[in-house]
């Protein structure tokens, strides 16, 4: 009895941090998809481009995230510095789109 509890608790916890992990590209996918079909500011298809930043940063976070977990790092902790080091690259990107690259 005492193995399938510990085996249902593992299998939770491994849902749980993929949940984490996936949910902020989710929610990219249904903001591009609410620009493209329904919100839309006027620009045609210029309006996906609003929805690089965010995809950026998701992709950012979940590859963050899977080395953390995979190098046995604690959740808050994954998600935490996850977090802070995809802020910190679509901050480093956008300047230099911004300045340009020489």
């Known amino acids: ?3 399938h509890v510990r ?10 941090k993929l949940l984490i992990a996936v949910t902020p590209l989710t929610l990219t996918f ?3 998809w609410y620009l493209v079909e329904i919100g839309g500011f ?3 298809e210029k309006d ?3 929805a690089l930043p965010p ?5 950012t976070f979940l590859v ?29 990107v956008s300047v230099l789109l911004f300045f340009g690259v020489s």
Do not use: E, P, Q, Y
């Not at 995809?55 to 992709?59: A, I, V, Y």
């Not at 935490?80 to 995809?86: D, F, M």
């Open 42 to 44: 006027g620009g045609g």
């Open 1 to 3: 009895m005492n193995f």
């Open 30 to 32: 249904l903001f591009a």
């Open 55 to 59: 995809l950026f940063w998701s992709l």
């Open 48 to 50: 996906i481009f609003l």
């Open 64 to 92: 963050s995230f899977i080395v953390l977990w995979w190098r046995k790092s604690t959740l808050g902790r994954s998600a935490g510095i996850s977090a802070a080091v995809a802020t910190g690259l679509v901050i480093v």
């Open 7 to 16: 085996a249902h608790k593992k299998h939770m916890r491994i849902f749980v």
